[in-house]
């Protein structure tokens, strides 16, 4: 079923039962699996029916019975998947979530309302986000996670109220990054989450020993801009 103001690029292939409701723009070489349900009305109560949307990119993959919503006014009236985004099934995705490039969202991955994705970022399967909330590029969450707060860029984290289990190396080293740009990140790392500094300490050290790298100055400023406090290490 295809509703009203919906725009599909070419060579996008849309299977049985699925809903496209209204007001959502799909760009080119997209597949959506039979029983997704796409671009409906959220269920938040600040929705009073304004024209809010629904943008996709181009490449993506879209499984069963996942559940993506159109935006909200406070939201700014847009939900946007950027490109090479796969969503695996059952996988919700609230209104005015903004999900970048090339991230993966596992079996059951909930999402809530006004989250952020930076690109390369992997959920696995079962874990739920935080309204609000920002998890940072190639960023691992792990199976069963709950994010109350932002998750830093490169970093694994895991556990019911998610906390930092160290760098995704693995996914860095398969991405391309130098072994001295990991080395960085993780020295970065260290110094920002498992030292005992003061965080203007722990971000004047790293600056000064890391300053040069760009990957570290991006995860030293997501920190500093964080909204909702960064997800942290055990404590002991």
């Known amino acids: ?96 979530c903004v999900i970048g490039d090339n991230c993966i969202l596992v079996n059951s991955t909930q999402l809530g309302g006004h989250c952020v994705l930076e690109e390369f970022v992997s959920l696995e399967g079962m874990s739920g986000v935080h309204q609000f909330c920002r998890i940072g590029a190639h960023a691992f969450v792990a199976a069963g996670a709950k994010v109350a707060q932002d998750v830093p860029p490169y970093s694994m984290v895991a556990g019911d109220r998610a906390r930092l289990a160290g760098v995704n190396e693995i996914g860095l080293q398969r991405r391309g990054f130098s072994a001295e740009k990991i080395l960085a990140i993780k020295g970065a790392t260290r110094t920002l989450f498992f030292s005992k500094l003061l ?17 570290v100055r991006r995860l030293v400023d997501f920190i500093k801009n964080s909204e909702r406090g960064v997800v942290g290490r055990e404590r002991e």
């Open 1 to 96: 079923m295809i509703g009203p103001g919906v725009k599909i690029g070419a060579g996008s292939v849309v299977g049985a039962s699925c809903v496209i409701e209204s007001l959502t723009t799909i760009g080119q070489r997209n597949r959506i699996f039979p029983f997704a349900a796409v671009g409906c009305a959220t269920p938040d109560l600040k929705f009073h029916g304004e024209p809010a949307t629904l943008e996709i990119g181009d490449d993506n993959t879209i499984r069963e019975f996942t559940s993506i919503h159109r935006g909200t006014e406070v939201g700014g009236m847009r939900t946007i998947i950027g490109n090479h985004v796969l969503v695996m099934p059952y996988v919700h995705i609230a209104h005015d």
């Open 199 to 215: 965080r203007e300490d722990a971000i004047a050290k790293t600056l000064e020993e890391y300053g040069d790298v760009a990957e």
